[in-house]
């Protein structure tokens, strides 16, 4: 397969923009020189790049794309909303038609207030809490974006270049689908801290333990705190109501966006009454926020997940990628495993030499992009309602394939 313009319009990027690629999409990611850097086209469940090769997109540009590319009732509300203007100094009705939606859907939601990314979204769910309880210290867990007090530390495999100390000394982490550890930060920082924010769980890692997660919540609320669950990637697609519906433990506070709105930029803190109400005294504003078609896209998007039945869609596509998947590693002997939820799932090698591990999964997902198949190596992958039974078996056939080559020809 040619990259040969993705090769080119990259190396003009690099001295243009550091790096070239933002972050999560830079070349290093994946597996360089065997996947695609620049995407011309999306359609449905496919993209095209701009050397003209086709993929089935697994990946959902990390998620929003929850309907598919361009899906048509989405596109003609927003291109509605653009005809009339979108951008106005005194701000629209629609956002009470947009927040009472998610009010009915999302179990913890009794308010909400609407921003535009997801850090925005949970960088203000931690400043309502630290308004709510007069406390300043955090506990996280998972990923929560880029902004000073969510970047990198506190437990996670990054650091935290240019953040300052002053930020840091606040942020806290504990270890997943283990309550002592949890129970030993609040421990240390008694009456001080704020909020828990958590992913529910993290797809590349492990799923919550029984009583986990209710155990994290009755140990918030036992030291004064306020939990958060960042929803940014549940929300929409493991249920309608997110994961705190899923697993049916309701948090104080929920961050969304994604796949909220199929692509367009909104994110949201929702919550209970007393606590969103608190924001009232602090400020969280963005300019854009007032932007109608983001909302105008979010309604859209919840209205087609809902009347095409969308999550039992995607679990039920999901499950048949998932367990076919599993199917073949076994038939083929492959150390690995798919992990995560039918909806969100990896595939992760699990060959103890970590060379080697490299090498055959560098060689295992570099083949399926050969094949047209767009998945990522190290990180997880997401459903969307324009997955068809024909996208699944083009998957498994290129699956079986690059299997049997990884068996013969690499490992051997
Ligand atoms: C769980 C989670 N929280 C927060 C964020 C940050 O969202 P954004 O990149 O829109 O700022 C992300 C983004 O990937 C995420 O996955």
Request: hydrophobic share 40%; aromatic share 10%; with cysteine.
């Amino acid at each position: 397969m040619d990259f040969s313009r993705s090769e080119q319009i990259y190396k003009e990027a690099c001295n243009i923009i550091p790096g070239g690629v933002t972050e999560a999409r830079h070349p290093t990611k994946f597996v360089i020189g065997k996947y695609p850097i620049f995407t011309a086209i999306g359609r449905g469940s496919h993209v095209w790049d701009v050397d003209g090769n086709e993929f089935i997109d697994w990946l959902c540009s990390f998620g929003p794309v929850v309907l598919g590319h361009c899906n048509e009732k989405v596109d003609k509300a927003v291109i509605e909303d653009l005809r009339k203007g979108f951008c106005f100094t005194m701000v629209s009705p629609i956002q009470n038609d947009f927040v009472k939606k998610l009010i009915d859907i999302i179990p913890c939601a009794e308010m909400a207030r609407i921003i535009i990314s997801g850090s925005d979204a949970t960088a203000a769910a931690i400043r309502i809490a630290r308004v709510f309880t007069g406390k300043d210290k955090v506990i996280r867990w998972g990923y929560h974006g880029w902004h000073d007090w969510s970047y990198g530390g506190a437990g996670t495999d990054r650091e935290a270049i240019g953040v300052p100390e002053g930020v840091k000394k606040d942020i806290f982490t504990f270890i997943y689908n283990d309550l002592d550890s949890l129970d030993a930060v609040f421990k240390e920082n008694k009456n001080q801290v704020a909020c828990v924010i958590m992913q529910p769980f993290e797809a590349s890692k492990e799923l919550p333990k029984a009583g986990f997660l209710e155990g994290v919540k009755k140990l918030t609320h036992e030291n004064g705190a306020v939990l958060v669950y960042d929803e940014i990637r549940t929300g929409f697609r493991v249920a309608l109501g997110g994961a705190q519906e899923y697993f049916g433990v309701i948090p104080d506070l929920a961050c969304f966006s994604k796949a909220m709105a199929n692509g367009y930029p909104i994110s949201v803190v929702v919550g209970k009454k007393d606590i969103m109400e608190s924001s009232k005294n602090t400020r969280i504003s963005a300019t854009f926020l007032v932007n109608t078609f983001p909302m105008v896209a979010a309604i859209a998007t919840i209205q087609e997940l809902e009347e095409r039945d969308g999550i039992s869609y995607m679990w039920d596509k999901g499950n048949r990628l998932f367990n076919g998947l599993n199917r073949l590693i076994s038939d083929y002997r492959i150390e690995a495993e798919m992990i995560g939820l039918p909806v969100i799932p990896m595939l992760k090698f699990l060959y103890p030499d970590p060379e080697k591990n490299k090498e055959y999964r560098d060689f295992f997902f570099a083949s399926m992009v050969e094949k047209g198949i767009l998945l990522h190596p190290n990180h997880h992958w997401f459903l969307s309602l324009a997955i068809t039974e024909n996208d699944i078996n083009k998957t498994l056939n290129a699956a079986e394939d690059s299997f049997k080559t990884l068996k013969k020809i690499i490992i051997k």
